[in-house]
């Protein structure tokens, strides 16, 4: 009888206790750069996946002196770091340089110079990108427009010069003529579009802040409206002042990819050596006003899960 009951004990522990029964929770730390939407998103998911797991401490970088934040942070003494957004990420480089980080929500982490490579940190830091990866754009881009031949981008800075050269190989393996112009300044922003006008099918947007930047969007917004040239944009805000199509992550994959990677560097392994996690689960974004601007229509397929602006 008491072996039976022993056994209904064990049984009960088996199933209803959490997994982190009988484990020292780690401490683990939340850095969100703001309260908007996306970041929640990418943060309430990490959280939901991990919290079993750890003791959680949450905290907004708007709300909060750096100075004092780096001193909770310090005294909550955390195993690990979670950041969501790239000014979150920016603020702990410098002060938590022992302690891991993981981060979210980031565009181009090389360039910002978090990772010294997509293949793997070489520091403290691991985590996800919102990046598409160039082979999922291409494909995009045939799907949305069937007929593409060519393409045009715009590049300034030298961070983007192995982007481009990647995308003309892989453009080139999907059928399509990557053309690009790389410009000296944002003066020579609409002599290049100017150029590539009536050589492209579309103009494609890359994470390039040389070209890409709160005084030049609208300028450039304003060209490819006027000139019916269908652009894609790199994200849902340009889509949502008239870009024609954009393509984005999932934010809440953001945070699953993110709590993966934690759970791993939380059990020993080192986050210098993990690569940066690109999204799989990818939406299309479209505007239709735009769309009908251009006379060009999405297929039905397509265009039924697609966010529409």
Known sequence: MLKYIRFIIFIFLLLFLPPSYGEELKAVVILKTSNRAYYNQAAESFENRIKQKAKISNYLLDEIEEKELIKKIDNDNP???FTAGTAATRALLSNFEEIPIVFSMV???????????????????????????????FKWMKKVMPHIRQVGVVWQAEYSR????????????????????????????????????????????????????????????????RHKMPFMGASEQYVRAGAFFCLSANYREQGDQAAAIAIRILKG???????VHQPKDIKLGVNLNTSKLLGLKIPRKFLKDAVKY
């Open 107 to 137: 565009i181009n982490p090389v360039h910002l110079k978090f990772v010294t490579s997509l293949r793997g940190s070489g520091n403290n830091l691991a985590g996800t990108s919102l990046d598409i990866p160039l082979e999922e754009q």
């Open 79 to 81: 195993d690990l770091i």
């Open 162 to 225: 192995n982007l481009v050269k990647d995308a003309t190989v892989i453009a080139s393996k999907k059928g399509i003529e990557l053309i690009a112009i790389r410009i000296n300044g944002i003066e020579e922003i609409i002599p290049a579009l100017e150029a590539l006008f009536e050589k492209v099918d579309l103009l494609w947007a890359i994470p390039d802040s040389g070209v890409y930047n709160r005084r030049t969007i609208k300028e450039i917004l304003f060209f490819t409206l």
């Open 269 to 275: 392994t080192d986050p210098s050596i993990i690569p």
